[in-house]
């Protein structure tokens, strides 16, 4: 049984930078993109990217200029780095594994971690 | 962007009763290549993540009741509940992975009456 688990801090101050981990556990990080996506009441669910096992990135454009991921193998751990938040940044921040069903980060999600709600407020 | 919009955006259905939801892709999700429509469907409880149960438009995931079921093709979609329990209570989206950036449609609560 796949489980994926968030950490991070809960509160980020307006321009700063919001850090996020998933630690995965119950499989291989191989073979699959490891996502991150949120929920916002104001915008639903939005797809911020997935990252492959071997390193290569795919972003949503909306959010490219400020998103960046990395992933460790060696501990089955991967993180989130979103610069300059505002206030429509604040959400509750899920890592996925995604089914590749082709390149470019396309797939559908078929694990999630419980989430992680991120305030962002001075 | 592919735009995926649901509706209703919510309904209340009695127990046992069927419950239909839409979801419309704003361009096709067919890939002709293999002829499989780049659609999932997720259910989400209060409180809890997203949780997959069919992908492909159709295909159930292992441990969905039949209930369930998926349909459509190109760009009108449905999810059907075709008798409504307790536990069905939730919102459910539409996904297309048939283009980046992946999106997700914007839910229909789906309760009891």
């Known amino acids: 049984q796949v489980q994926l688990q968030e950490s991070g801090p809960g509160l980020v101050k307006p321009s700063e930078t919001l850090s996020l981990t998933c630690i995965g556990s119950g499989n291989s990080i191989s073979h699959y993109y490891w996502s991150w996506i949120r929920q916002s009441p104001g915008k639903g669910l939005e797809w911020i990217g997935s990252m492959s096992h071997t390193g290569a990135a795919n972003y949503n454009p909306s959010l490219k200029s400020r998103v960046s991921t990395s992933l460790d193998t060696s501990k089955n751990q991967f993180s989130l780095t979103l610069t300059s938040v505002t206030a429509a940044d604040a959400a509750v921040y899920y890592c996925?594994?995604?089914?590749?069903?082709?390149?470019?980060?396309?797939?559908?999600?078929?694990?999630w971690g419980q989430g992680a709600l991120v305030t962002v407020s001075a | 962007d592919i735009v995926m919009t649901q509706s209703p955006d919510s309904l209340a259905v009695s127990l046992g009763e069927r419950a239909t939801i839409n979801c419309k892709a704003s361009q096709s999700v067919l890939y002709t290549i293999d002829n499989r429509n780049y659609l999932s469907w997720y259910q989400q409880k209060t409180g809890q993540p997203p949780k997959k149960i069919i992908a492909?438009?159709?295909s159930r995931e292992s441990g969905v009741p039949d209930r369930f079921s998926g349909s459509g093709s190109r760009t009108d979609f449905t999810l059907t509940i075709s008798s409504l329990q307790a536990e069905d209570v939730a919102v459910y989206y539409c996904?297309?992975?048939?283009?980046?950036?992946?999106?997700f449609g914007g839910g229909t609560k789906v309760e009891i009456q």
């Open positions: 492909w438009a159709s």
């Open positions: 996904q297309q992975y048939y283009d980046a950036p992946l999106t």
């Open positions: 996925a594994r995604c089914t590749p069903t082709g390149d470019g980060g396309r797939g559908y999600f078929d694990y």
